[in-house]
């Protein structure tokens, strides 16, 4: 399985910028996914999650009300909005998918993640 995140780039502050996830996952409306973040000498930590239908979402205190994620099941694509970005967005962006086993929930949680995308730069200039 393999997951190719792309949109990353430079951007000022207050600036938005798109990232997408495209999987090679079979069926791709069987996994919930996630959108993380490691910035450098931090650890990674959760941005959102939305469930398999994409009926329900979770996002991080710190992106709430900027970030929206969102899926497209018929283009195997997730999708990360973010707008108002700030410089303490900066980060490698990275998605993951999780078999859902049909519960159409989102978590916060990062360990339960089976696939991982090898993440996009994400730079916001102040």
């Known amino acids: 399985v393999q997951l190719q995140a792309s949109g990353g780039g430079l951007v000022q502050a207050g600036g938005s910028l798109r990232l997408s996830c495209t999987t090679s996952v079979r069926t791709f409306s069987n996994y919930r996914m996630g959108w993380f973040r490691q910035a450098p000498g931090k650890e990674r930590e959760f941005v959102a999650a939305?469930?398999?239908?994409?009926?329900?979402?979770v996002y991080a205190d710190s992106v709430k009300g900027r970030f929206t994620i969102s899926r497209d099941n018929a283009k195997n694509t997730v999708f990360l909005q973010m707008n108002s970005l700030k410089p303490e967005d900066t980060a490698v962006y990275y998605c993951a998918a999780e078999f859902s086993y049909g519960l159409d929930y989102a978590h916060n949680g990062m360990n339960t993640y089976e696939y991982w995308g090898q993440g996009t730069q994400v730079t916001v200039s102040s």
């Open positions: 939305i469930s398999w239908s994409g009926a329900n979402a």
